[in-house]
C-alpha cells in the first residue's frame, strides 16, 4: 500500500498487470489506493485463481479482458497482444529451473523462472511504464544473474531497491529468506553504454568474508546498505542452507 500511495504522487497508473497474482494481494491494495481502468492477473494454479477472479471484476472469454481479466494460465502463456501497462508488479517465483517461451532465445534468461519474469514484465510494460517486483535476494546478489540484470538495466532506468526483512512472510507463509523489493521504469532504445553508476552496481556482485564466510552480495547493495536495507544484518543461511 505504501508503494502505491508514493508512485501515484508521481505518476498516472490506469493500468496494472500481475503476472503471479496468488490470492492477489497487489492488486486488492492497488485497486484501494489508484484509480484502475484496467487490470489484467495470470495465476495458474486453478483453485486461487477461481478465488481472485471473483476479487477483480472481468469479463471472461478465452482469455481476452474487456476491460479487466483473471487468466488460469501461466505467465509464460499470456497472450502475445498485453502490451503497453503502465504498472507491472508481482512477487514473482524463484528457482533454476527454466520456462519455455518460443520467443525468448537467452538461456541466461529462461534458465531461471526468476530472470524470465523480469524479461517478459519489460515487453508487457509501455515505455515509461514501471516495474515492481518483490524478488528473492539472489536475483541482485548471485552473480550467476549478471547477464539478466544487464538486460533488465540496458532496457530499463532504476528507481530503486529495498532489501525487506526475512521474516516478511513469517505471519503468512511461515517461511523466512531473503528479499528485495525493485522498482524499475521502462526505457526503450537505452543501451548498456547508458546505464548509470548505480546501475553498473547492481549488475554486479561479489563475494564479501563475515566471520570467516563468503557471502555473494550485489554491489549496490553493500554501498548502500544505510539506506536500502529494512533490519539488522547478521549472517545465517539461506532457503538452500548456503550462508546468507
Avoid at 38 to 64: C, F, M, R, S
Avoid at 101 to 115: A, F, L, R, V
Amino acid at each position: 500500500a505504501t508503494f502505491y500511495q508514493v508512485l501515484k504522487e508521481y505518476t498516472t497508473i490506469k493500468s496494472l498487470y500481475e503476472p503471479s497474482a496468488g490470492a492477489g494481494i497487489f492488486i486488492t491494495a492497488a485497486k484501494d489506493i489508484l484509480d484502475l481502468e484496467h487490470i489484467v492477473a495470470y495465476e495458474k494454479d486453478t483453485l486461487t485463481a477461481k478465488v481472485l477472479q471473483h476479487i477483480v471484476p472481468y469479463t471472461w472469454n478465452d482469455g481476452i479482458s474487456s476491460p479487466s481479466m483473471v487468466a488460469n494460465r501461466a505467465f509464460e502463456n499470456s497472450d502475445p497482444g498485453e502490451e503497453g501497462f503502465d504498472l507491472i508488479t508481482s512477487n514473482i517465483p524463484f528457482g533454476a529451473f527454466p520456462v519455455y517461451d518460443e520467443d525468448c532465445t537467452d538461456k541466461n534468461i529462461y534458465g531461471k523462472i526468476h530472470n524470465y519474469f523480469f524479461w517478459k514484465g519489460i515487453q508487457k510494460a509501455k515505455d515509461g511504464g514501471v516495474l515492481a517486483y518483490l524478488v528473492s535476494n539472489a536475483f541482485l546478489d548471485s552473480p550467476s544473474n549478471s547477464s539478466a540484470r544487464k538486460y533488465l538495466f540496458s532496457n530499463s532506468d532504476f528507481i530503486s531497491c529495498v532489501r525487506m526483512p526475512d521474516n516478511l512472510f513469517k505471519e503468512e507463509a511461515n517461511t523466512e529468506a531473503g528479499s528485495h523489493f525493485l522498482v524499475v521504469r521502462k526505457k526503450e532504445g537505452k543501451t548498456e553504454a547508458d546505464m548509470s553508476q548505480e546501475e553498473k552496481w547492481l549488475c554486479e556482485a561479489t563475494n564479501v568474508t563475515i566471520k570467516g564466510v563468503p557471502v555473494a552480495v550485489n554491489e549496490y547493495v553493500k554501498r548502500n546498505a544505510h539506506k536500502c536495507v529494512i533490519g539488522k544484518k547478521r549472517l545465517g543461511k539461506n532457503q538452500y542452507g548456503k550462508a546468507a
